[in-house]
């Protein structure tokens, strides 16, 4: 339904059922948009909704025959600067579930997670998702099971044979600003996880991530 408001409500919704509207919601179907319907979804589905006269509450209507685009790829990646883009990117590209992972030489480790968390529901929101990714708790490098992991590899750049085909790849891991350490890319090797090439620059993480993701899925 295009051009109608598409509003993320974290609990399961069913047809009939009033919900306490937010007052950002509210301020934003009344006065940014300048009307009362809009679109609900949560854990997969969408429905149609109004809020009500006096704006207090969202009444839930009929699910819509809208199908889940996301997916069920874990997105491996080690919080970057630039995390907020890469998040917002990799939410429209569909990914269902995203681990933060501290690698040898990530950086950036005070990340605020709840503005996070709202930049995935935006992103779920604008691009027609019916559900949001799961973020996951941090993990270190060492304890992520590299088992069936395709990541990408920056060595491509320089003359390294790297696996082309990734297509159906379930977890795919996206280093950070420096690139991956020597013992790093040995435990990578060691457990077969497969390299991807991603060209022949090298790309910053955050667009790293979306044409890996795109390179599995197409």
């Not at 890469?86 to 990340?111: A, H």
């Not at 790849?169 to 060691?190: H, R």
Request: overall charge negative; glycine content about 6%.
């Amino acid at each position: 339904m295009k051009n109608i408001p598409r509003v993320f409500i974290d609990q399961d919704l069913y047809t009939g059922l009033h919900i306490q509207a937010d007052k950002n919601i509210t301020h934003y179907l009344k006065h940014v948009m300048r009307r009362n319907d809009c679109l609900c979804f949560s854990n997969g589905t969408e429905y149609s909704a109004t809020l009500s006269e006096d704006g207090k509450n969202i009444i839930i209507g009929d699910a819509t025959e809208h199908k889940d685009p996301s997916n069920d790829i874990t997105l491996y990646f080690a919080p970057i600067k630039k995390l907020d883009d890469m998040l917002n990117m990799v939410t429209q590209m569909g990914v269902g579930y995203l681990q933060p992972v501290i690698t040898d030489r990530t950086v950036t480790k005070n990340i605020n997670w709840e503005r996070m968390r709202k930049i995935i529901i935006e992103a779920s929101e604008q691009s027609n998702r019916n559900s949001i990714p799961k973020l996951l708790e941090i993990k270190k490098f060492s304890d992520i099971d590299l088992t069936d992991m395709v990541f990408a590899d920056e060595r491509a750049a320089y003359g390294k044979e790297s696996d082309q085909n990734a297509r159906g790849a379930k977890k795919i891991l996206i280093g950070p600003e420096g690139g991956f350490s020597d013992a790093e890319f040995t435990a990578l090797d060691n457990a077969g996880a497969k390299s991807l090439n991603l060209g022949k620059t090298i790309l910053r993480a955050e667009v790293a991530a979306t044409v890996a993701i795109s390179r599995i899925t197409e």
